[in-house]
């Protein structure tokens, strides 16, 4: 079932999510008809319970699915939009049609007659219809069509801030609607962002196989020499860690995300994208970072994702912190925190 699951959205995504409409998306071209073409697939609801009309799938089920979305470059937060929407639907909160992604880095002011938000660094924030995000402690699912939206990326990008400069009409308070669990966004936003670093890793640890076996050099392939051997098999070593550490962070039999499963997700991903983007390109030579060529669309998002929701340095401290109050020894930390099958903190 796992694997049929996979394979039918690989071929969706196949057939949708091309690398020209990712180059279209990011140059400006609207993300509505691919929206609409997800919301259609059902894939979105994969989180949502039976009963209310969605797969009742959990984590680990959807995790080779966020994988694929790093595959396949997803120009949208279709992996956060899946998770928000399981929670909406499981405090009695009805969804929005439109995507939905995750901040993590807030601030906001108060005067008397109103209030200003700011959300920066936005992951989709460019193309993204709602943003779900904390202000003073209260999560928040705020429109970005009523936003001031100023990009934050280098080239390509679809990260932006924004801004409200008042609360707008539309905004939905969720502690107001119902019983919402407390969550950690941060900590589901990076555990999503792990998978879909390790997909693009996978990508990448492809293109280049395949690419040093056509690319001949003195009469012969140049993956025959033994310098492009171990670069592709440093690649290959780093992309399985992190896939492995992508699915550790997404273990879980319901629809929760352990924290610490998280930072080890991220943390070990991120590590592993600087090396994977950086041997890629040496691989390639120049062609990697022409425009016509797709291994650029892979290496900017792996180097952009790394940072978003915290980098590996972020992710370490607080797992350094976490050991330290503990007051265990590494290995007894990870068997008491790491090394059960299902998480047990809610999302």
Avoid at 224 to 240: D, G, N, P, R, W
Wanted: proline fraction near 3%; aromatic fraction near 6%; hydrophobic fraction near 45%.
């Amino acid at each position: 079932m796992d694997a049929l699951l996979t394979e039918s959205f690989d071929q969706f995504l196949s057939g949708h999510c091309t690398a020209h409409q990712v180059r279209a998306i990011e140059a400006g071209e609207s993300a509505d008809r691919l929206w609409q073409e997800m919301l259609e697939s059902g894939f979105v609801d994969a989180l949502v319970v039976v009963e209310q009309d969605g797969a009742g799938l959990c984590m680990a089920d959807v995790a080779p699915l966020v994988l694929c979305c790093g595959r396949h470059a997803m120009p949208l937060p279709l992996a956060q939009t899946m998770v928000v929407r399981a929670a909406l639907g499981a405090a009695g909160i009805a969804s929005p049609s439109g995507s939905i992604s995750i901040a993590s880095q807030v601030s906001w002011t108060d005067t008397d007659s109103a209030r200003t938000v700011t959300a920066s660094n936005v992951p989709y924030g460019a193309v993204a219809d709602w943003v779900l995000l904390n202000i003073a402690g209260d999560d928040w699912l705020m429109p970005l069509a009523a936003a001031e939206r100023i990009p934050a990326g280098g080239h390509g990008s679809l990260m932006a801030s924004a801004v409200w400069h008042t609360l707008p009409e539309q905004a939905i308070e969720l502690s107001r609607h119902g019983q919402v669990m407390a969550c950690d966004w941060q900590a589901i936003g990076g555990a999503l962002m792990a998978a879909q670093m390790a997909g693009a890793m996978e990508k990448l640890t492809e293109m280049t196989i395949a690419y040093a076996n056509e690319r001949s050099q003195f009469g012969k392939p140049i993956s025959k020499l033994q310098i492009i051997q171990q670069q592709i098999s440093v690649m290959a070593e780093q992309t399985f860690a992190a896939r492995s550490a992508a699915l550790l962070g997404l273990a879980s039999g319901d629809t929760h995300v352990d924290p610490l499963r998280a930072a080890v997700a991220k943390a070990r991903t991120s590590e592993a994208a600087v090396i994977v983007a950086a041997l890629s390109h040496s691989v390639h030579g120049a062609i990697g970072v022409t425009e016509e060529y797709d291994l650029q669309l892979y290496t900017r998002r792996l180097h952009e994702w790394r940072m978003q929701y915290g980098s590996e340095s972020f992710w370490n401290a607080k797992l350094g912190q976490c050991v330290l109050e503990a007051q265990d020894t590494a290995l007894q930390f990870i068997q008491k925190n790491l090394a059960h099958r299902h998480a047990t903190t809610p999302i």
